[in-house]
């Protein structure tokens, strides 16, 4: 059985949990978008994660644990409560995984944050991920340790340890298994824009732009994902002016 585990998330059922936990540092992006849209940013968060909770449930042979759940040695697919999986890829990492696990070609849904970030998607594209960026979001499954929590908490911690692995230990596989969902409401998104705090101009720009992504069809090796495209499509849709 190999275990799916969604790294930490928020309480976006509950108003007032949700409050206590969001973070300082990103409690001024939370009250731009609620004076920007008439759908509170938890609402939206809460109906993303949704989307990528079903997603999971078609994993086959995989479950959703806790940290706690997961016995040691057990396969682990490490990933954000906004993440996608292809259905089969449990069967795949099974198959293929070598003796500290598996890795396998980084696949986004996104918009460039500033140019320096289009610049190194086109980097990426063109020269491979930098040896820092080995492993992404969800984009390879290792095996449950002792001290493995950190490596799958964070893909730069995982990316070091990939490196420091004997060759086929850890892998690569050409497929993609995977994609991450970088959504407007992200905070890698939100967080940044253009050397400062985005702006209510910057926001509505950016939202014309998701919307361009989600209209475009997934094809070739992505078509698995665009079920979960469209449901992102028409929550985006939905998301109107104040």
Same mark, same amino acid.
């Given at each position: $059985?190999?275990?799916?585990w969604v790294r930490a998330t928020l309480d976006y059922?509950?108003?007032?949990? #949700?409050?206590?936990?969001?973070?300082?540092?990103?409690?001024?992006? %939370?009250?731009?978008?609620?004076?920007?849209?008439?759908?509170?940013?938890?609402?939206?968060? +809460?109906?993303?994660?949704?989307? /990528? =909770?079903?997603?999971?449930?078609?994993?086959?042979?995989?479950?959703?644990? @806790?940290?706690?759940?997961?016995?040691?040695?057990?396969?682990?697919?490490?990933?954000?409560?906004?993440?996608? #999986?292809?259905?089969?890829?449990?069967?795949?990492v099974m198959r293929s995984g070598g003796a500290g696990? %598996?890795?396998?070609? *980084? @696949?986004?849904?996104?918009?460039? $944050?500033?140019?320096?970030?289009?610049?190194?998607?086109?980097?990426?594209?063109?020269? !491979?991920?930098?040896?820092?960026?080995?492993?992404?979001?969800?984009?390879? /499954?290792?095996?449950?340790?002792?001290?493995?929590?950190? =490596?799958?908490?964070?893909?730069?911690?995982?990316? /070091?340890?990939?490196?420091?692995?004997?060759? !086929?230990?850890?892998?690569?596989?050409?497929?993609?298994? *995977?994609? $991450?969902?970088?959504?407007?409401? @992200?905070?890698? @998104?939100?967080?940044?824009?253009?050397? +400062?705090?985005?702006?209510?101009?910057?926001?509505?720009?950016?939202?014309?732009?998701?919307?361009? %992504?989600?209209?475009?069809?997934?094809?070739?090796?992505?078509?698995?994902?665009?079920?979960?495209?469209?449901?992102?499509?028409?929550?985006?849709?939905?998301?109107?002016?104040?």
């Amino acid at each position: $059985m190999v275990h799916i585990w969604v790294r930490a998330t928020l309480d976006y059922d509950d108003a007032r949990a #949700f409050e206590a936990e969001l973070k300082p540092g990103f409690r001024g992006q %939370v009250e731009l978008w609620d004076a920007t849209f008439t759908m509170p940013y938890r609402v939206f968060r +809460g109906r993303v994660r949704a989307i /990528a =909770r079903e997603n999971l449930a078609r994993v086959a042979n995989a479950r959703c644990s @806790s940290w706690d759940q997961i016995p040691d040695g057990a396969l682990v697919l490490p990933c954000d409560d906004d993440d996608w #999986f292809r259905p089969d890829v449990a069967e795949v990492v099974m198959r293929s995984g070598g003796a500290g696990g %598996v890795r396998w070609r *980084s @696949s986004f849904l996104e918009v460039p $944050m500033h140019w320096r970030h289009q610049l190194g998607i086109w980097r990426r594209h063109v020269q !491979g991920p930098r040896p820092d960026f080995l492993c992404t979001t969800n984009n390879y /499954a290792l095996f449950k340790a002792p001290d493995a929590r950190e =490596r799958m908490r964070n893909h730069l911690a995982a990316s /070091a340890w990939v490196g420091e692995q004997p060759p !086929g230990a850890v892998p690569y596989l050409r497929e993609r298994l *995977s994609l $991450m969902n970088r959504t407007l409401a @992200s905070q890698t @998104s939100l967080g940044r824009h253009a050397g +400062g705090a985005i702006g209510r101009r910057a926001l509505l720009r950016k939202l014309d732009r998701y919307r361009r %992504v989600y209209e475009a069809p997934l094809r070739g090796e992505l078509a698995w994902a665009q079920p979960h495209a469209d449901a992102m499509r028409a929550l985006t849709a939905e998301l109107e002016l104040r």
